[in-house]
């Protein structure tokens, strides 16, 4: 078979026979891998045990597995989504140092990965939607394998376009020389195709599947819809999902763990408030999502890189009465003796604002805090780990639906959503404390909402799109890097990153964007 290149027209043709080869079948417990060694471009889509080693390569591609995943929702993707605002704080030189200063450029490699894998999972999804009609299968199972990869493919197309606007927009199989400079399609045309696989997807998915986990569910094709209409603020529409979503709780289907922390734990893999995940397993398909979202020499969760950091200056808009703001590793001491004369560590510490040296040469400033939501309760500790990477959850669809309600209602319409996720976390509810008075204009509930889905779902991959729709990109970031004493640089025209430097050096339309996507 031809060696996969790393454009994108390349990957159109070819690619969703890649992940056949090296699918695994998905059981009620965990994914077991199933080797296809023996298949070809002509008889790979053949039976369907093909057709469903192809659909488990779909959900793979999300979380790439070249021997240890780290791509896509296995941490990639927290670069263009999480960094590049106020929450991402980065140690490490180079591109991660450029997306959390704001000085990248179209050769970040987050840029190249995070569109490559997208379209990945595109290329895999149109190759089992075409073939699978070939395929002698019961039209019931059929419709339900379709279902599942149209969804994965509308989530994919939400995250490029998320990230990109225009996009190729391909639901074909091509043949990889007619894909070349393919043209870019406005984000409104690919909504609409992200609307009718989603509208596949619901009525042909069950609302919960009896036996396998980690599948898409008409709960998951309803959230993306919901959010796809959001985006382009048609909150009338986005009611009509987002309610549907929250009918289900009312069915049983979802329900908020009373803990926010539980959701998390290792050993809930599945827990009741998750609607969408991409689940591992640490001898299968395990992943780096711990060694990269870890803290740095911790005797708890030891040998992690703290890679991916959450700023002090975001950690500091926690309230000290959100018990949300102690879920995080800080005033620690570490696990490695400081020096060979003692066993101690240094100790981890958090400083104070502007405070720039240390009390002690025994104590190391952090520069920025590690999460505890991937490594909390950690059941297997070692190096390729089992965590549930969480797409969409419950929280995130009440979150949704104060701001469908605020915007449609007012805030007092907004304000028992809101409060329901403050008061699960356990912190105070709007009007129940004098530092939280109940927001009294729209505008007012916008901002309590920019905070509160921040300090939900940090580092669940949602906050540069976030703040780009509730109209506070600009302002929320720049006031990151006045902090930082960095210059403000962030412009409405960064609201869509430049497209990768590989691909735009083949594509006109992309090439003559970039310029005014580019930080000043």
Request: hydrophobic share 35%; proline share 6%; with cysteine.
């Amino acid at each position: 078979m031809n060696k996969i290149k790393t454009n994108i027209k390349y990957m159109l043709g070819i690619a969703g026979l890649a992940s056949i080869l090296t699918g695994s079948l998905q059981s009620c417990t965990k994914l077991e891998p199933k080797l296809y060694s023996d298949l070809t471009t002509k008889n790979a889509y053949s039976t369907e045990s093909d057709i469903n080693a192809a659909l488990t390569g779909i959900y793979t591609s999300l979380s790439p597995y070249p021997g240890d995943a780290y791509l896509y929702y296995a941490g990639y993707l927290v670069m263009i989504t999480d960094y590049a605002t106020d929450i991402g704080f980065s140690t490490a030189a180079g591109d991660p140092t450029r997306m959390s200063n704001f000085t990248y450029d179209d050769n970040n490699r987050y840029f190249k990965f995070n569109y490559q894998n997208m379209y990945q999972v595109i290329s895999n999804a149109n190759m089992l939607i075409d073939r699978i009609e070939n395929v002698t299968i019961s039209e019931g199972r059929k419709k339900e394998i379709i279902a599942q990869a149209r969804f994965l493919r509308a989530l994919s197309y939400m995250d490029l376009t998320d990230a990109w606007g225009p996009v190729p927009l391909i639901t074909t199989v091509k043949n990889p020389t007619e894909s070349y400079n393919e043209p870019l399609a406005p984000v409104e045309k690919i909504d609409a195709q992200i609307a009718e696989d989603c509208q596949y997807a619901m009525d042909n998915l069950p609302e919960k599947w009896a036996a396998e986990i980690g599948r898409a569910t008409k709960g998951a094709a309803l959230t993306l819809m919901g959010k796809m209409y959001m985006r382009s603020h048609n909150y009338e529409k986005a009611k009509v999902y987002i309610d549907q979503v929250l009918a289900l709780r009312t069915k049983g289907i979802y329900k908020l763990n009373p803990d926010f922390k539980k959701e998390w734990s290792d050993d809930n893999k599945v827990d009741m408030g998750l609607i969408f995940g991409v689940l591992h397993e640490p001898t299968l398909n395990g992943g780096e999502i711990t060694n990269h979202f870890g803290p740095t020499d911790n005797p708890e969760v030891p040998d992690r890189w703290q890679y991916y950091g959450v700023s002090l200056d975001f950690w500091r808009k926690y309230s000290d009465l959100d018990p949300r703001k102690k879920f995080f590793y800080y005033n620690y001491e570490g696990k490695a003796a400081r020096d060979k004369n003692t066993k101690h560590g240094f100790f981890y510490m958090l400083p104070a604002k502007g405070q720039t040296t240390p009390p002690s040469d025994t104590v190391k400033f952090l520069q920025n805090v590690a999460t505890k939501k991937y490594s909390y309760d950690m059941v297997n500790n070692s190096y390729l780990d089992g965590r549930t990477i969480q797409v969409f959850r419950l929280a995130d669809v009440i979150l949704c639906k104060a701001e469908i309600e605020n915007a449609l209602n007012g805030p007092a319409a907004a304000l028992p959503y809101i409060n329901e996720v403050r008061k699960r976390a356990g912190a105070p509810a709007y009007g129940d404390h004098p530092d939280f008075p109940v927001p009294t204009s729209k505008e007012q509930m916008i901002d309590a909402l920019v905070d509160e889905r921040g300090f939900e779902l940090v580092f669940e991959y949602k906050r540069r799109q976030d703040l780009i729709r509730l109209g506070r990109y600009e302002k929320v970031s720049n006031a990151y890097l006045k902090g930082r004493g960095l210059r403000e640089n962030v412009t409405e025209a960064m609201r869509y990153f430049p497209y990768p430097l590989e691909e735009a050096r083949l594509h006109q339309e992309m090439t003559a964007a970039n310029p005014s996507r580019l930080p000043k």
